[in-house]
């Protein structure tokens, strides 16, 4: 919105054509969101006590958690808001890429907020049921997954890159629609398995975030691209000053979310997230490197997995609850040692995804 602003004072003072560079709109991207945070908050937070929008907290989990019972939730609101609001700001939006990943994080953050909605203000405990919540995420999954597939200018936007190695590259044709619905869906369902300690599932969010922020400039920048034997596909750069404002809104969340916690984001935010960071991964056509630098969310999700199948085939429990969190919770780590672990481990996990770009 402000891009096409200083397009138009450029007429009038030369100054004005810094706002083409994607760079320094990235840099904005994360300020605006930061301060839309900073200001909404302490509003947001105080409405939600109003009403009462409270965690619940299940009697079968850690006892430690049990006073945070009446904690204001739905805060991913906040997130999404500052996302928006600054995406569209600074963001080109004559950019498919912008609108795609836009749309598709806020189509998952309305499944969220609906579910939440139900649960903490009609009080009705279960929320969205599983197969409608699965339904309406991979609807949107698909709808983002069909677009991008009949949208494709070129077999690059469509193959799978293996990191690592140079030249490696898979032709996914139509399996490409397959991968696409089953990175976003995950990765959504991935980060809200996560969510469940104070500041655990956002800090991630925010590094692998800014980690997908470098692929997508270096990926629509064409001498980069070429520099680093990457694909190059025009128009991508665009994303990062969305990834960008997943930083600002997600540090700014942390502000208040970090333990003790003041507001949890609640699936409105951790839905929306997860499925932001997965949407990203496949328009900047780093699937893999996300397995890698989201490894926290796979470990998580991986443990839920393996807890269900092997209660359900032995009677057994693998761990002594899942997700892996509540693991070391009941082995006695408190909740900030479990938290700064888990962050020390995405920062050692996005680095790896990094060092893909050069490593070759």
């Known amino acids: 919105m402000l891009l096409y602003l200083a397009e138009y004072l450029t007429q009038f003072h030369s100054g004005f054509t810094v706002f083409q560079y994607i760079t320094l709109r990235t840099i904005l991207g994360v ?7 900073f200001i909404v908050g302490p509003l947001m937070i105080r409405k939600l006590s109003l009403y009462k929008v409270g965690q619940p ?90 677009f991008l597939y009949s949208s494709a200018s070129s077999s690059l936007e469509t193959q799978l890159i293996v990191p690592f190695f140079k030249d490696v590259a898979l032709d996914m044709g139509g399996m490409f629609v397959v991968l696409t619905y089953f990175v976003v869906v995950g990765s959504s369902n991935a980060v809200n398995l996560t969510d469940g300690l104070d500041g655990l599932a956002i800090l991630p969010t925010v590094m692998v975030a800014g980690a997908l922020a470098v692929f997508a400039y270096v990926t629509g920048h064409v001498e980069f691209a070429d520099y680093l034997g990457i694909p190059y596909i025009e128009g991508v750069g665009e994303v990062a000053i969305f990834c960008a404002t997943i930083c600002g809104a997600g540090l700014g969340f942390l502000w208040f979310n970090t333990y003790p916690a003041q507001v949890f984001m609640g699936d409105v935010g951790a839905l929306a ?88």
């Open 273 to 360: 997230l997860g499925a932001a960071l997965g949407i990203v991964a496949v328009v900047t056509r780093q699937e893999l490197v996300l397995l890698i630098m989201g490894g926290v969310f796979v470990m998580e999700t991986v443990s839920v997995i393996l807890q269900v199948v092997s209660y359900k085939l032995t009677g057994r429990r693998i761990f002594r609850m899942a997700p892996l969190h509540h693991h070391f919770e009941l082995k006695g780590w408190p909740e900030p040692r479990v938290i700064v672990r888990f962050w020390i481990v995405t920062v050692i996990l996005v680095l790896i995804g990094l060092a893909s770009l050069k490593i070759r």
């Open 57 to 146: 907290i299940r009697e079968f989990g850690p006892e430690t958690h049990f006073s945070k019972a009446g904690t204001p939730t739905m805060g991913g609101a906040l997130i999404l808001v500052a996302i928006a609001i600054s995406t569209l700001m600074w963001g080109d939006l004559e950019s498919r890429y912008v609108w795609v990943v836009l749309l598709t994080t806020l189509a998952f953050g309305a499944i969220g907020f609906v579910d939440d909605y139900k649960k903490l203000v009609l009080q009705d405990p279960k929320g969205l049921s599983a197969k409608s919540k699965y339904f309406w995420q991979s609807l949107a999954g698909l709808a983002a997954a069909l």
């Open 31 to 37: 300020l605006t969101a930061l301060l839309i945070s």
